[in-house]
Every structure is written in C-alpha cells, then in structure tokens.
C-alpha cells in the first residue's frame, strides 16, 4: 500500500522575558530548585495573577511575523488537569478566543517552497518539572518553571515528510530568535515540539488516526521519532491492526516511541474562562506600533543578500541563519567591500573555528573591524592567504587585532623586488645542478626553488612577486 504521511507540529516557545507571565518571579535557567517561586506560581489560596504586557507583545510580534490575524479581544481559560508539577490543578492557557490565528510560514525543502498553515498562537503559562532519582523510586518537584511565559503555535496538518516537519521547526527557532522574543534552545527547553503524525491511503481526503509524540528536544530526535513512528504505523496497518489515538513518548536510549496514555480531548480539561483575569485587548495602534519595531525579517533579508551583495543562494542561507551572523557580515562588508570574499571567509574559516568550540558569532574574539583588517592585508600584498588563516587563528584565541600581530611580530611579506632578486640569486648560485635540471626541460624543480626562496625569507616572501621573478631569473641563467 502506498501511504501519505500527514504531520502537524504543536510547538511551546518559551518567551524571553525577565519575569514570569502572572507574577514577578525570574525566569532564569539553572536556579536551584524551587527558587524562583512566589504565592502566585505556588497557586496558594486567596493570591490573584496579573498579566505580564511584555509576554503578550512578544507573542504580537510573532502572530505579525507568521501572518497571523490577531484578535482584538481574547481571552484567558483553566486548563483542569491533575498532575504534580501543577500546583493550582490547572494551568492559565487561552481556548476558544485566543491571541491569533490563521497565519503562514514558507519552508523549503529539496529546492522547492512549501507554505505551512498555522491554526493558531495563544499564551499560556509553564507547568513545573519533575526529577526522578536514579537511585530509588522517588521523584521531586521543581516549580521554578511553573508560570514561565509561552507561546503555543499550532500548525496545520500540511506537512507530508519528516524533512518538511524539522524545517518548519527550524525556522520557526529562526523567527523568534530574530525577532528576540526567545533563544529557541531546545535542549534547555526554550523551544518544546509535540507532533501528530497519522498515515493514510494516498488519494485519500480522509485523515487517518492520529498519534500525538512527545519528549522530543531537538531536531535530530524530532526526525529519528516522525521516521520510527511512520514504520510502526505503516506496519500496523499493512498487518490489519487499527491504529489507537494516543500519546507516545520517544525513548532515546532505545530509538521507539512508547505509548504513555490515551490522546485527551478537550472536554476532558474542562476549560472555562479564568475569572482572575480580565480579557486581553489589541487596539490597531499598539499592534501598529509593534510593527514598526520588528526587525528585517530571515525571508526578505536573504533576498536583500542575493541582489545588494550578489551573493549566490547558499551563502545568503547561511549567512542570514542568524541575526547577529548577518550583522556581522554587513558591518565587515562596509569596511571591506568585497562581499563574496567577505562571505567565504566568514563561512569557511570563521565558522569552522566557532563550531570547533561549540561557540555562536557572538562570543567571536575576531570583530568585523578586525576580519575586514586581515582581508585588506591579504588585498595588499602584506600577508598571504596562508598566512592570513594563522592570523585568523591567533586573532580568535586571544582577541587581538590580526593587523596588530602583523606589526608586532613582523609577518609582513617581503614584495621589494630588489631584495627578492637578491635572494633568488643567491639561491640560484647556490644550486647549480637544480639549475641545469630546469635548463634541461626538467621544470618540475621550479618548486624546490621557491621553497629555498620561502627558506631564506622565512616564509614571508611574497608569492605572486616571487613567481614572477623566479621565472624571469630562470630565463636569463
């Protein structure tokens, strides 16, 4: 039988504010246990919540990036639901009136573009974390997280292939970090992603049974559990076996999903609406405002990079995969202004030292003043592009200036032709039988010559004079 897989993406982004979403409580990673806690997050009696205006700009500003219509009125609602890392027995969330709704992001996957429909974005708060001792059957609680900001964006069922679900994720990861809104770290768990995957007869309109996967931080296992999940499902039916609606958990160690319980519907939270909280509304005039605040968006930049820069399409992507790469090519390419040189130095040498240390372009040592310094060396004949990558090196461990190692520890290139003939001369008379070998057809010694001229000048004569010279030298022996 020949299946359509069918994917939809529930994806948390956990926002980047200062606070918690309904109390002043830090939002910061790594606290101990049960730190980063008040009355409100605790869920104690008697306490009222009081909504954080930075969170509900912050989810604005991603309902514009998305195309998103945004709701002039929406409101707050309980979430029942019991479990220990939820201290009020329901979490604060939005259901049948939330933010916005009805937006779109393009992907593209194998050179071709795909739009992917988003059903909604709506707030809701965190729930807390709960910690399993390895050495006996007892399990903690930490609600530093309960009442961390999110935002849920829900995808429509448009995506056919395990490649179109992690590009819908990765650029969605791509837009809140433009937009600074969050640092989309899946591993910390800025960036959550739950996934409904079904599978049907292609042809078919129908959906088939969905199944809802959890417990997926990053792409690789977002990818590795859509791909287990298709052959199990696909197997099941193939043997005649229904298909249960339910959630399942990806197991890493193992490689398989798990079923973890019956897939809920919404009756069975019994929402309605928070009576703590009045409803959130977006006049025309804030939400133009937060407009006019967000930044050059990943899309329209990439296309600025092909046509202002002349850059071909794999180095735009690369290029503009973050915001702070992209500032940091244009400020280098202002001083520099070769763009394509700049591209390839900032791809292949910059790049691969930061990733070497697992590092992003905003801890780099090596500035764009310090870059475009080291390339117009290179442009000048002062340092060769050999010499230029040691540079690169040393500028990125210790943060200084490439130009000024160059004049510190004297690494400029020899390119005064008077001295150069000098050396070449005196290695010529020096090597009389390598001579005569050249003399006799024999140019492969053309080599050893330069390598002796390299040897006296101490790496720094420069090539193109010493070529040229080298070979008039040889002509008159």
């Known amino acids: 039988m020949d299946f359509e897989v069918v994917i939809g993406l529930e ?62 009125y929406s409101r707050f609602a309980r979430k029942n639901y019991f479990y220990p890392d939820l201290p009020k027995g329901y979490q604060i969330s939005q259901y049948e009136l939330p933010l916005a709704e009805h937006g779109w992001l393009d992907i593209t996957v194998d050179g071709a573009v795909k739009r ?83 599978l049907r007869p292609r042809g078919q309109k129908e959906l088939g049974v969905k199944v809802e996967l959890k417990n997926m931080n990053s792409f690789r296992h977002v990818q590795k559990a859509l791909e287990y999940e298709i052959r199990r499902q696909g197997a099941m039916i193939l043997d005649g076996k229904p298909i249960i609606q339910e959630t399942r958990l990806w197991d890493v160690a193992k490689g398989v999903t798990m079923s973890m319980r019956g897939k809920e519907d919404a009756h069975d939270y019994r929402y309605f609406p928070e009576p703590d909280l009045v409803p959130v509304e977006v006049t025309s005039a804030w939400q133009e405002a937060l407009n006019a605040s967000l930044p050059e968006l990943p899309d329209a930049k990439r296309q600025r990079f092909m046509e202002q820069y002349s850059l071909p399409q794999y180095d735009a992507d690369v290029l503009t995969s973050s915001r702070k790469l992209a500032d940091y090519f244009e400020a280098c390419v202002e001083l520099f202004t070769e763009p394509k040189t700049v ?7 910059l790049l691969r030292l930061l990733k070497e240390d697992d590092q992003e372009i905003e801890t780099c040592k090596v500035t ?50 008077s001295l150069l003939l000098e050396v070449i001369r005196n290695v010529l008379s020096a090597s009389p039988k390598e001579v005569e070998k050249y003399r006799s057809g024999k140019t492969n010694v053309f080599g050893f010559f330069v390598g002796q001229v390299m040897k006296e000048t101490k790496g720094k004569a420069n090539p193109k004079s010493l070529n040229k010279l080298l070979q008039e030298a040889l002509q008159n022996v």
């Not at 591209?343 to 040498?349: D, G, Q, T």
């Open 11 to 72: 994806v948390h982004c956990q926002l980047q504010t200062r606070t918690k979403i309904f109390c002043g409580c830090s939002t910061a990673f790594g606290s101990p246990p049960n730190t980063n806690v008040c009355q409100i997050c605790l869920g104690m009696p008697g306490v009222l919540p009081v909504l954080n205006k930075k969170v509900v700009e912050y989810a604005i500003k991603m309902a514009i990036a998305t195309r998103c219509n945004i709701a002039p």
């Open 116 to 198: 992917i429909g988003i059903t909604r974005i709506h707030l809701e708060e965190d729930a807390g974390k709960l910690i399993h001792a390895e050495a006996r059957p007892v399990s903690h609680v930490d609600l530093n997280r309960a009442g961390v900001p999110l935002i849920e964006i829900v995808s429509e069922p448009d995506m056919r292939s395990t490649d179109e679900a992690v590009a819908y994720l990765k650029k969605l990861r791509e837009l809140v970090r433009y937009l600074e809104i969050s640092d989309g770290n899946m591993e910390e768990g800025s960036l959550r992603c739950d996934a409904n995957l079904s």
């Open 343 to 349: 591209s390839n130095w900032v791809m292949v040498e």
């Open 368 to 417: 764009p003043e310090g870059l475009a310094g080291l390339l117009k060396l290179v442009s000048d004949d002062v340092v060769s592009g050999k010499m230029a990558k040691e540079l690169l090196e040393k500028a990125y461990k210790t943060g200084e200036s490439p130009t000024h190692i160059v004049k510190e520890q004297g690494l400029s290139q020899v390119s005064d032709e």
